[in-house]
């Protein structure tokens, strides 16, 4: 249906007239990612396996594709745009097929960004690490500040009711590489830097989206402001009770009770909820700002504290009422939850399979199409199989690594 074998070919790289070709290359490390492969030193065996040359598509006379050296030098000097497209072109077939269009609440396609950090050290690195110093105790009591470097991204998921698709990834750049032609002695850039970098171009390649879903760190007028301009809305949690506008909201409401309580039987929770729309106390933001409070008290557990969640809406997020807000808000978890987290423990995501800023990235967008493939296969074609596991999203994915994904051995 995606026709991954022809996307796979069009994969190019900076090697000339090389033996294996970048798309083979970039076939082998598809398949890597898909089978859940914990290193190219694993992988290295299979690359002379008979079922693994067929799948890559390697001419039948090779008794070996390549060696994993060849497949991180392929990596490091990829054309980004040509791995890219791959993921692009699926999801791009995927919404023809109507796969996107009934949206989650009121109709609209979310998409959530967020902050990851897969790969740190403080012994290897390259020229696209960032740098941090963090103390360290030594064996005789003292603490020393060494260097550590690390690769952090900035994580855009589409996120639904029944499945959550890798959209696009953004590095954060060190000082000396920032497109804005930063020095070695600037800082290196931050991840509200990279986050409006990657929306922009998100929205651009993906038009069909609707509402930016975030966390703690974006509800701020610059990054408001370039969400109105993509005309997208958002719903975005906030945190510090000091900051605009939900100091403004959180003066409102005062004392007040909610305007709004009512009991979740299926969840089993006590819902309260506080509205104040149309505030406008951000500076650098021209234009209303709603702030949803719900208050979440769990009914089998009544001995724990309520949590609180506080949200700021903008754009055409507002239409949804204030417990879709809640929901959609909560629902930002499955970007760690679907994301971050079974990439690193299901999936073998966090493991340095090569270290070269290039080549991360490279491999990501590989691996990015290899879990989008399989959360498609199992939604779409395997309808029963997220049905038999109730509405929990994220379960299915995570039970999803047996059976589905084992490569049949020669006859
Ligand atoms: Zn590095």
Redesign the pocket.
């Known amino acids: 249906m995606y026709g991954l074998r022809q996307l796979l070919e069009q994969v190019e790289d900076a090697r000339d007239e090389p033996v294996t070709s970048a798309g083979r290359v970039a076939a082998a490390v598809f398949f890597c990612g898909l089978l859940r492969i914990r290193s190219f030193n694993a992988l290295e065996p299979k690359l002379a396996e008979k079922p693994f040359l067929h799948l890559v598509g390697a001419p039948a006379q090779r008794d070996r594709l390549c060696s994993a050296d060849t497949l991180s030098r392929s990596l490091r000097g990829v054309v980004l745009d040509s791995v890219r497209s791959i993921a692009v072109a699926m999801l791009a077939k995927a919404e023809r097929n109507k796969v996107f269009r009934e949206g989650w609440f009121g109709a609209l396609r979310y998409v959530a960004l967020d902050g990851w950090e897969p790969?740190c050290s403080f012994h290897?690195?390259?020229?696209?690490?960032l740098v941090r110093l963090v103390e360290v105790k030594q064996r005789d009591g003292t603490v020393v500040k060494v260097e550590q470097?690390?690769?952090r991204y900035v994580v855009a998921l589409l996120i639904d009711d029944r499945l959550d698709l890798a959209l696009d990834i953004e590095p954060l750049l060190p000082s000396d590489l920032r497109p804005d032609g930063g020095t070695e002695d600037d800082e290196d850039e931050g991840e509200l830097t990279a986050a409006k970098r990657l929306l922009r171009r998100v929205k651009k390649t993906y038009p069909w989206l609707d509402v930016v879903v975030a966390d703690g760190l974006y509800p701020n007028g610059p990054f408001l402001t370039l969400i109105r301009e993509l005309r997208m809305g958002s719903v975005i949690i906030i945190r510090n009770e000091g900051h605009e506008p939900l100091r403004e909201a959180t003066h409102i409401w005062g004392d007040q009770r909610a305007q709004q309580t009512f009991v979740d039987e299926q969840a089993r929770e006590r819902i309260e909820l506080w509205d104040c729309p149309d505030l406008e106390t951000l500076e650098s933001y021209k234009g209303p700002i709603r702030v949803v409070r719900g208050r979440v008290t769990d009914l089998r557990q009544s001995d724990q504290a309520p949590h609180t969640w506080c949200m700021v809406v903008t754009g055409k997020a507002t239409k949804l009422s204030a417990e879709q807000i809640l929901r959609v808000g909560r629902g930002r978890w499955h970007i760690e939850n679907t994301g971050f987290h079974q990439w690193t423990k299901l999936w073998k995501f966090a493991h340095v399979f090569t270290?070269?800023?290039n080549g991360?990235l490279a491999l990501y967008w590989l691996f990015f199409a290899a879990f989008n493939l399989l959360t498609l296969f199992l939604y779409l074609q395997v309808r029963c199989y997220g049905r038999d596991r109730g509405k929990d999203v994220t379960l299915s994915a995570r039970t999803g690594d047996r059976g589905f994904l084992r490569v049949r051995p020669a006859g």
């Open positions: 790969i290897r690195h390259c020229p696209h690490c470097y690390y690769h270290h070269h800023g991360i």
